[in-house]
């Protein structure tokens, strides 16, 4: 398998990284996740967008701009242009003695790779979640490669056998481990809004901006915990999940006997549409 390191396309192999990279030491980098379906990147400007914005937040000092070419060599290499891919990049301060303030002069390290990755086309899976304490930083709006807090709450809802952890923080639903989540109640679709206690997903954008082509009313207003029993629908958005359906939170189950919402199913099917526009 290759990957990309610094400039270079390697077996993974004889890709090294020092143990001084403040990666390793601190978690002191940026990620970014995408798809390749039918041949193409799937709203890769979006996502590269976010990777700078992010970098920039943390004062990593990296132009995005060359990565989309790297990756396609990357993809040639691999023989994977036709094929549907998972690619992963990180952008880590770089190598320097360990103190926790910025160091002065460093040069990111930067890692990518690109795998295999099979999406259905509608993820047809109807899922359970529970719900746990949102116990991460304040400043989840940044897509960084400290993930543990996501880690410890992901393994909380797999030893309780759920897909997902969607997390409370003060009494309101911000989001999940790994995806966005969504409500209806009314015909109307509910978001936490985009601020530092989520991350602005790309499949959360699409789907916001779904809703408005299709003329559903979205309102980015967090739900709070305690009416979770009151909402007609729920759903988790990501750029690997898709759009699921939330079948079941904790004891408490939704749709009786069906398992998407109407609304879920529309906004699956638009989604759809958008990859086979790609
Ligand atoms: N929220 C968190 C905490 C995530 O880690 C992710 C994706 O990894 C998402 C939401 C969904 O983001 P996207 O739709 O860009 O994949």
Redesign the pocket.
């Known amino acids: 398998k290759k990957v990309y390191l610094n400039g270079k396309i390697l077996d993974h192999k004889d890709a090294k990284i020092s143990v001084f990279d403040r990666g390793f030491i601190f978690g002191d980098g940026i990620y970014?996740?995408?798809t390749q379906v039918n041949g193409d990147f799937f709203y890769a400007d979006?996502?590269l967008e976010?990777l700078s914005d992010c970098l920039q937040k943390v004062n990593i000092d990296f132009d995005v701009n060359s990565l989309l070419n790297d990756i396609k060599r990357l993809r040639k290499v691999s023989d994977l242009e036709f094929k549907d891919c998972l690619v992963y990049i990180q952008v880590t301060r770089g190598i320097a003695p360990r103190k926790h303030a910025y160091p002065k002069e460093v040069t990111p390290t930067v890692m990518m790779y690109i795998m295999p990755f099979e999406l259905p086309e509608i993820n047809q899976k109807h899922i359970k979640a529970v719900t746990t304490l949102d116990y991460?930083w304040g400043r989840?709006d940044i897509?960084m490669t400290s993930?543990l807090g996501?880690v410890m709450v992901n393994e909380y809802a797999m030893k309780h056998g759920a897909y997902e952890a969607i997390l409370i923080r003060e009494g309101i639903i911000t989001?999940?481990?790994?995806?966005?989540v969504f409500f209806t109640k009314n015909n109307i679709v509910y978001t936490h809004p985009s601020n530092n206690f989520?991350?602005?997903?790309?499949?959360?954008?699409?789907v916001i901006q779904l809703c408005h082509d299709l003329g559903i009313e979205i309102r980015q207003e967090a739900v709070k915990e305690q009416d979770i029993f009151l909402m007609d629908e729920v759903f988790l958005?990501?750029?690997?999940?898709q759009i699921v359906s939330v079948q079941q939170i904790n004891e408490y189950s939704f749709y009786k006997g069906n398992n998407t919402g109407p609304i879920t199913k529309k906004l699956q099917e638009a989604f759809l549409a958008l990859k086979k526009q790609k």
């Not at 989001?175 to 966005?180: G, I, K, R, T, W």
């Not at 989520?198 to 699409?206: H, K």
């Open positions: 970014e996740v995408m979006a996502h976010r991460r989840c897509k993930l996501n989001e999940a481990s790994h995806c966005n989520i991350l602005d997903g790309i499949t959360r954008q699409i958005t990501g750029t690997t999940t």
